[in-house]
């Protein structure tokens, strides 16, 4: 039976300290963004979300908001495998929010893969200015122009290979289900970068920033980021933050150019089905 999400818990903040970060706003912005236009399934302390028609991209199947791991792990990863399978995905992959050597080394054992994600975020108080290159909000009357750009990348903002008709299908649902403003930063009439905003009341979180690839290194991405922290602030957000891969040290360059700061970790699982 398809259900709702779970709702989880957030914490507010007025500024940034080491003591009191979003951590949970920034899980529960991933778990919205899953559950966003798919059917999702309660089950072994989880949720699944499955988008119809996409479960062949990585994003199309996701088990994700695990509450606890509470039977033996080899057979709880065994049972979440077959659910997977049952439903046609390539990729089997769910993600836990802290790292334990003990849980961890049984994954591994399974022949899983790791991949940590690390979150930034910054106060939105002050007002940024000078962005360089011009950046619109995405209408269905530039879908070409951003799948021509999804095309010039080999792998999705997660680090995952990608079919780019279907990655624009993947993003259009989360989109269409409300949970996010697409952008496209503009050049000659061309996409030379997307990226995407979850507003939440007053926090904000920016999501899968892609810039075409023969123009990475020319801080079209940290103007993109820019642009969306400007759009969040005037909206009323605070605060903002994001994912980036561990080993992505352009995106986490961007980031810190933004004046982001590392707070938090989390770490995805992977495994072909």
Same mark, same amino acid.
């Given at each position: !039976?398809?259900?709702?999400?779970? !709702? ?7 500024? @940034? ?6 951590? %949970? +706003?920034?899980?529960?912005?991933? +778990? ?5 236009? =798919? ?24 088990? #994700? ?17 077959? @659910? ?6 390539? *990729?089997?992959?769910?993600?836990? #929010? ?8 049984? &994954? ?27 950046? &619109? ?6 879908? %070409? *122009? ?15 290979? !990608? ?10 649902? /989360?989109?269409? $289900? ?15 970068? =997307? $990226? ?7 926090? $904000?979180?920016? /999501? ?5 690839? #023969? ?8 103007? *993109? ?15 903002? =933050? ?9 995106? &986490?360059? !961007?980031? /810190? =150019? ?16």
């Amino acid at each position: !039976m398809d259900k709702r999400c779970p !709702m989880s818990s957030t914490v507010g903040t007025e500024l @940034f300290s080491k003591s009191d970060l979003p951590q %949970q +706003r920034l899980i529960d912005s991933d +778990r919205r963004y899953f559950c966003a236009g =798919a059917e999702n399934t309660d089950l072994l302390n989880g949720t699944f979300s499955k988008l119809p028609g996409l479960t062949s991209q990585p994003g199309g199947c996701v088990f #994700h908001s695990i509450q606890r791991l509470d039977r033996s792990l080899s057979g709880w990863l065994n049972e979440l495998s077959e @659910f997977f399978r049952k439903n046609h995905a390539n *990729l089997i992959r769910f993600y836990l #929010h802290e790292s334990d050597p003990k849980i961890e080394s049984e &994954i591994l054992a399974n022949d899983f893969t790791r991949v940590c994600e690390v979150g930034f975020g910054r106060n939105l108080q002050n007002n940024d200015s000078g962005r360089s290159v011009q950046v &619109i909000e995405r209408t269905a009357e530039h879908h %070409q *122009l951003y799948q021509d750009l999804i095309r010039t990348s080999e792998t999705s903002p997660d680090g995952h290979s !990608m079919n780019p008709r279907e990655y624009c299908l993947l993003e259009e649902s /989360k989109i269409r $289900a409300g949970y996010m403003t697409p952008y496209l930063a503009i050049e000659n009439g061309k996409a030379i970068g =997307a $990226a995407n905003l979850d507003l939440n009341n007053d926090f $904000a979180r920016v /999501k899968n920033v892609l810039v075409a690839s #023969h123009l990475r290194g020319k801080r079209i991405g940290t103007n *993109l980021v820019g642009h969306i922290m400007d759009v969040a602030r005037k909206r009323g957000a605070k605060q903002i =933050a994001a994912f980036a891969l561990e080993d992505n040290q352009a995106a &986490i360059g !961007m980031y /810190k =150019a933004c004046g982001f700061s590392e707070f938090c970790e989390q770490f995805e699982w992977t495994r072909k089905a």
